[in-house]
T-cell receptor
Framework: EDQVTQSPEALRLQEGESSSLNCSYTVSGLRGLFWYRQDPGKGPEFLFTLYSAGEEKEKERLKATLTKKESFLHITAPKPEDSATYLCAVQAGTALIFGKGTTLSVSS | EAGVAQSPRYKIIEKRQSVAFWCNPISGHATLYWYQQILGQGPKLLIQFQNNGVVDDSQLPKDRFSAERLKGVDSTLKIQPAKLEDSAVYLC????????????FGPGTRLTVL
């Protein structure tokens, strides 16, 4: 069964304290791994797509990496505005399967 | 460019009542998705349309949920009758023809079933 597991469920950081979020997956035939950001009361906002092991993508303070079994979202020197829920999803056939997300809180 | 529009934003109903949600996708997007997001969970795909045809509705509880996309543009999702466990945010997303990495989500409709 295709599955996505994210950890930790919640993460509290001080401003400037770097850390990583984990997304482990099992899927028959990965066609893409996606990271989204979701703010309270809003729909998910697309961040990155990764297609093959070893691939990396960067955007401002965020960097996503992919191995054969998991993906990491590295957050370097986070700011309070990075506080949000980060969702990981894999493409299985015609559908995206989402994890439960990691809720990140960054305090100043 | 206007984003995905959804209405209403909030809805409170009693169990066994019916409810309908509306979605207007980004202009020109051929693919439209409805997701259910229960509190503390990730979105779960309910149904995917390509133009006005259904591509995937394998996770749609068809005994109570229905959806249509007339003329390949707007879409409505209906629940009849609603159950307590249907309380969730219903998200609509659209993308250019089945390009999953380009899904744009609307703000969602928060449904509370009492």
């Amino acid at each position: 069964e295709d599955q996505v597991t994210q950890s930790p469920e919640a993460l509290r950081l001080q401003e400037g304290e770097s850390s990583s979020l984990n997304c482990s997956y099992t899927v028959s035939g990965l066609r893409g791994l996606f990271w989204y950001r979701q703010d309270p009361g809003k729909g998910p906002e697309f961040l990155f797509t990764l297609y093959s092991a070893g691939e990396e993508k960067e955007k401002e303070r965020l960097k996503a990496t992919l191995t054969k079994k998991e993906s990491f979202l590295h957050i370097t020197a986070p700011k309070p505005e990075d506080s949000a829920t980060y969702l990981c999803a894999v493409q299985a056939g015609t559908a995206l399967i989402f994890g439960k997300g990691t809720t990140l809180s960054v305090s100043s | 460019e206007a984003g995905v529009a959804q209405s209403p934003r909030y809805k409170i109903i009693e169990k066994r009542q019916s409810v309908a949600f509306w979605c207007n996708p980004i202009s020109g997007h051929a693919t439209l998705y409805w997701y259910q997001q229960i509190l503390g969970q990730g979105p779960k795909l309910l149904i995917q349309f390509q133009n006005n045809g259904v591509v995937d509705d394998s996770q749609l509880p068809k005994d109570r949920f229905s959806a249509e996309r007339l003329k390949g543009v707007d879409s409505t999702l209906k629940i009849q009758p609603a159950k307590l466990e249907d309380s969730a945010v219903y998200l609509c997303a659209s993308s250019p023809r089945a390009r999953y990495n380009e899904q744009f989500f609307g703000p969602g409709t928060r449904l509370t079933v009492l």
